[in-house]
Every structure is written in structure tokens, then in C-alpha cells.
């Protein structure tokens, strides 16, 4: 065997390729892009990014964060190119999402370890070593051979993209800069001495508040507005991690104030009082020329769209440089059929990776694809797997995917899946740093080369 195939060139299968290319294996990497899209994706390059543009929280107090920092730590390659490429999001790593596909190919493209073959791949070769990293919209023709592979049906979750607004159309005589909590009037200040402070200037999120009566006309044009009607195959159940906006609203008048348009830690410029609603807006670009609507996951119908969202405060005149979109994604039951380096238990020479295997997010995608990748590459070489500590997020996933649960669901990282601490911390944050002490320095001393 002189090779290793790696299926997919969405964040985990680039990740893939990448890390065993870096090790000195030849990689035969499989794109059916631009030759046949999935009805999500547009761009030609590897490792697009179809949803919103955010890694999330950077802060190690955060599971997401402290996975990134492993990640660092490691080496991973498509979390060094998304710091290269990042775009003001204030605590979160937020990137330009065109320009980290074009430099992740880049580096693809570039690496002589690495042969690209643009075609769809249909069959599964079983006799060679393989890492499956075809994501959530797994192609209809492989998507079967998948699930003959497993012996399991497949499981169906929807994901939905929020809208861009192009900066310029948003009226900032409404909006205003600022990050959750930083711009907040601290309760011992009058009103007057507060609004004559600096305001955070551009660079941070763009925050559009909302009164009581703006937010409830807001809210009953949601509630009342079109959808797409779906096919028969879509009307499952949607995961709860990204659910469309309209789907929550409906859930209660209250539910998105305690949710996406929560109004704590902000107050508004122009009165020195919290808004009763607040619509954020992230920058999706490194010119900052585009922003999406954070939350807005949504099925509206397009002219919905730009009917209902127009609504809010600010968002009068915008212009909507892509709208909203959902589409079909898919999962193996991976509790039943991978173990804890992604490896298929009925057949060690394949590996899957990416949210296909039940993991939940750009960052965890990457994970996940660094890990099978490792392990792809000790079955190459004949070596033992390494199997990584569940102290660490990054090992605390492979063990969650791996562990049967018969209520199994896509998961992102988080706290809670890994070990408590010894000693019981009423503090959240000061356990949350305990925990991600603990962490790093295990994950210090790991060697994956």
C-alpha cells in the first residue's frame, strides 16, 4: 500500500489530507467539486464554509476554545490558517470565509504528498486504508454504500444558513458597535455620565436594538411568514444546535428574547436604558464589507426574507447579499459502528471523520479529521492507535461518538461531556479554567508525529 485515500474536501477531509501528507504519506484525496455541488455548497475550493462564519468563543473558559487551543497545541493546519485569516469578532474567531478556502487550497494544492482527484466517488475501496469524510451532505449514491457499509440506516438532521447584509445598507444612525457586557452602563453611573464615554468603534459586533413594540411586530410577521415547503425526506426532526429562527419563534413571543436577541449586557447609545430585543449582526469578511445575522438560521422563503427582516430596527434598507438556505444533512449512528479514533469496528482499514460521524462544528469537524488521520497513519505504518485522553475536548469527543447511546444526536463541544473535576468549584468560570488547566497541560505532552 502506498497510499492513503481520503473521501471529502470539506474542513475534515482537508484537515486530513493535510496532517498525513505532513507525516510523509502519499495522500490520494477525492472532491467531486466543481465537477457536481451538494445543495449547499457554491465555492470551488476546499473547505468551504456554508453557514455562518464563526469558529465561536476563543476563551479557554469555553469548551470551543479550549478544543481550538489543543488544536493549536497539535498542529493543526486548518486552525492556523483560520487565525491567519480572521476577522474582528470580538472574543470569537470569526474568519473570511473566501479567503480561508482559498488558502487552505493553497496549501492542498501545493503539498506534493497530495494527488486531487475531482470526481465523485461511489463505491467504497475496503482492502486499502480510507478516511470517509463526505459531511452532512454526503452525496445520494455514496450515502447508500455508507449504509450498507454500516449496517445501520441513516439518521437525518437540517441544518440552516443565516442571510449577509451588505455594511453599507445597515442604518448605523440605529445600530451601534459592541460586544456583550463591554459597553454595558454600570449600575452606579447616571445616565448622562455614560453617554459621554467612548463608544466601542468598528470591529465588534453591530448590535440593532429593538422596543417592546418594534420587537413584537417583528416577531408576528415571523411567526406569520412563508416557507419553503419542504420534501417528503425533510420533514424530520430539525437539530435543536441550528435551528431556523421562525421554528424557535413559534416556540413562545418570549423565546428568542431569551435566546438569540437576549438584550442582557447591551445598552442602547441613544436612551442609556437595555432594549427589550437585540438583533446582532457579525462580520463575515476581512474588508468588513459583509455581515450576517447571527441566529437567523432560516427556511424562509427569500422575498420572506427580505420582507420580515426588514422589520428590524436598522435593517430598513438592507441589502441582502445571500439569503438564507436549508438543506438535508446526514449522520452515521457512530455510538454503533466507530470507536474512539474513528475507526469502523467492522473494518479497520476505514475511518470516517467530519460531522458525519456526529460531531457537531467547524472546529470539531477539523477534530475529528486530525484524529482519524493520526490513526489512518498508524495503520499505515503498523502501529498502535493513539487514543486521546477524554480529559482533552478533543478526546472527550472521539469518546462521546464512540460510546453507544440510543439517543444519539450530533453534539458540539462542550464541558459537560467531559471528566468533572476532583474537587467541586461553585464557580463556573473558575471551573471551567481549572478544567482547561487540566487539559492543556495533558495535551502538552501528546506526540502525534
Not at 10 to 19: D, F
Request: include cysteine; aromatic fraction near 8%; proline fraction near 5%.
Amino acid at each position: 500500500m502506498e497510499y492513503i485515500t481520503v473521501i471529502g474536501g470539506g474542513l475534515a477531509g482537508s484537515e486530513a489530507a493535510l496532517q498525513i501528507a505532513k507525516r510523509g504519506i502519499k495522500v490520494k484525496l477525492y472532491e467531486m467539486k466543481p465537477k457536481k455541488y451538494s445543495e449547499a455548497h457554491t465555492n470551488k475550493n476546499f473547505a468551504e464554509i456554508v453557514c455562518s462564519n464563526s469558529f465561536k468563543s476563543n476563551l479557554l473558559t469555553n469548551a470551543c476554545g479550549l478544543l481550538k487551543e489543543e488544536l493549536r497545541i497539535l498542529g493543526s493546519e486548518l486552525i492556523g490558517v483560520a487565525d491567519r485569516v480572521s476577522v474582528p469578532a470580538g472574543q470569537a474567531l470569526a474568519v473570511d470565509r473566501e479567503k480561508f478556502s482559498e488558502e487552505v487550497t493553497k496549501l492542498i494544492e501545493s503539498n506534493p504528498n497530495i494527488e486531487i482527484i475531482h470526481e465523485e466517488v461511489t463505491e467504497i475501496p475496503q482492502n486499502e486504508i480510507v478516511i470517509i469524510a463526505t459531511g452532512p451532505l454526503t452525496s445520494e449514491p455514496l450515502a447508500e454504500k455508507i449504509k450498507e457499509l454500516v449496517g445501520e440506516n441513516e439518521l437525518a438532521f437540517y441544518d440552516a444558513a443565516a442571510p449577509l447584509i451588505e455594511k453599507d445598507s445597515i442604518n448605523m444612525d440605529i445600530a451601534f458597535y459592541g460586544d456583550r457586557y463591554e459597553q454595558e452602563r454600570p449600575k452606579d453611573e447616571d445616565i448622562e455620565n455614560w453617554l459621554k464615554k467612548p463608544k466601542l468603534k468598528e470591529g465588534s459586533y453591530i448590535n440593532l436594538p429593538m422596543s417592546k413594540e418594534e420587537y413584537t411586530n417583528f416577531y408576528n410577521e415571523l411567526i406569520n411568514a412563508e416557507i419553503v415547503e419542504l420534501h417528503e425526506f425533510e420533514k424530520r426532526e430539525i437539530f435543536e444546535g441550528c435551528m431556523p429562527i421562525e421554528v424557535m419563534a413559534k416556540r413562545g413571543e418570549d423565546t428568542l428574547r431569551y435566546g438569540p436577541l437576549k438584550p442582557v449586557g447591551f445598552t442602547d447609545p441613544r436612551t442609556g436604558y437595555r432594549p427589550y430585543a437585540v438583533v446582532q449582526l457579525r462580520q463575515d469578511n476581512l474588508e468588513g464589507t459583509l455581515y450576517n445575522i447571527v441566529g437567523f438560521q432560516t427556511n424562509l422563503k427569500f422575498g420572506e426574507q427580505k420582507r420580515v427582516f426588514s422589520k428590524i430596527p436598522g435593517l430598513e434598507n438592507a441589502n441582502f447579499e445571500k439569503y438564507g438556505v436549508m438543506h438535508r444533512n446526514t449522520y452515521i449512528n457512530s455510538t454503533k459502528v466507530l470507536d474512539n479514533t474513528y475507526n469502523l469496528k467492522k473494518n479497520s482499514n476505514i475511518f470516517f471523520a467530519g460531522q458525519i460521524t456526529g460531531v457537531e462544528g467547524y472546529v470539531e469537524s477539523i477534530s475529528s479529521g486530525f484524529v482519524s488521520a493520526v490513526n489512518a497513519v498508524q495503520k499505515f505504518r503498523g502501529e498502535p492507535p493513539i487514543c486521546f485522553d477524554k480529559h482533552n475536548v478533543i478526546g472527550a469527543l472521539a469518546d462521546y461518538i464512540s460510546t453507544e447511546n440510543d439517543k444519539f444526536q450530533p453534539m458540539n463541544a462542550n464541558f459537560g461531556i467531559l471528566p468533572e473535576l476532583p474537587e467541586k468549584i461553585k464557580d463556573k468560570k473558575e471551573r471551567y479554567q481549572k478544567i482547561a488547566d487540566r487539559s492543556l497541560k495533558i495535551i502538552k505532552n501528546v506526540k502525534t508525529l
